[in-house]
């Protein structure tokens, strides 16, 4: 089988994997310099970079390449390390190159209003793809959005169930009310998807979530919802929103590691209830 087949394939299923290079070569080594070796998200593999014990912490890397998103490189000493003398080889060093392989980030935008043609022309910049959902046919339409992998001028419902987000997807709610917000974050929060995010004040954010808690949404389930959206950076317009919430979405992707001005108050250990926040700020509130 190509690699280079199976790595499109890979990311066309929306898989992980990882590609394992043999980039540099001192002395000599059972196998040769550009060997390549894909690890799947399923522990199968393709090709090879030689076998044996070398191979096999190769194999072991890849996993947690995959895992981590970042490359790394290995380097093994075949004449002092006594665990890869097998006897076939004759003694070298070698450096393995190994990166991962990711499927498409993919940005489903449920609203298509100003917010999301502002976020959608960030986010298409940024590489991410997208999905474009809206009830509105005159909204929902390819030259409102031309960076969009597709759009839907369907009901929320039915595009609900048209949609199946992976683990690799995020989801952003920004639609033009309450009620649709509710509904589509609903089935977000049930999905695999890698990130969820809803638009609003925090007073919206609490009363919809107290209202689908009290529907047996478990409340668990609200623990990944990135409410209000977006990286706290004082944004007002719909342009500026939109980098916000670009920036958020980057920060996971990336598994940024350092604190950030986080606008999801809402994952402290304490929930406040509704009469705690009276005068709740608008934060990142609807501009549909």
Request: charged letters at 25%; glycine letters at 8%.
């Amino acid at each position: 089988m190509d690699i280079y087949e199976q790595i499109v394939q890979l990311r066309r299923e929306g898989r992980r994997g990882a590609v394992a290079t043999i980039v540099n070569v001192r002395g000599s080594i059972p196998s040769f310099k550009t060997a390549k070796m894909l690890v799947r998200d399923d522990g199968s593999i393709v090709g090879t970079i030689g076998g044996g014990c070398v191979e096999a912490d190769v194999w072991q890397a890849a996993r947690e390449v995959m895992e981590s998103e970042k490359p790394r490189t290995l380097r093994f000493d075949l004449n002092q390390d006594p665990k890869y003398d097998t006897g076939l080889v004759c003694g070298g060093t070698l450096d393995v190159f190994i990166e991962p392989v990711l499927p498409p980030a993919l940005l489903y935008v449920f609203g298509a209003g100003h917010v999301s043609v502002n976020l959608c022309k960030v986010a298409a910049n940024a590489g991410f793809d997208l999905i474009v959902t809206d009830d509105r046919t005159s909204y929902a339409t390819k030259e409102r959005f031309p960076a969009a992998r597709e759009v839907y001028a369907l009901d929320f419902d039915e595009a609900t169930q048209k949609l199946d987000p992976n683990e690799g997807s995020y989801i952003v709610i920004v639609t033009r009310g309450h009620r649709d917000d509710m509904r589509i974050l609903r089935w977000a929060v049930q999905t695999r998807a890698r990130y969820v995010g809803m638009i609003g004040s925090k007073r919206k954010v609490i009363e919809i979530f107290k209202t689908l808690q009290k529907e047996g949404v478990p409340a668990h389930l609200f623990d990944r919802v990135h409410a209000p959206i977006g990286l706290d950076i004082g944004a007002i317009t719909p342009e500026e929103i939109a980098v916000a919430i670009t920036a958020e979405l980057i920060a996971i992707r990336r598994h940024a590691d350092a604190a950030l001005p986080h606008m999801s108050w809402f994952h402290s250990q304490k929930r406040p209830a509704v009469d705690d926040v009276p005068n709740a700020p608008a934060a990142l509130d609807e501009h549909e």
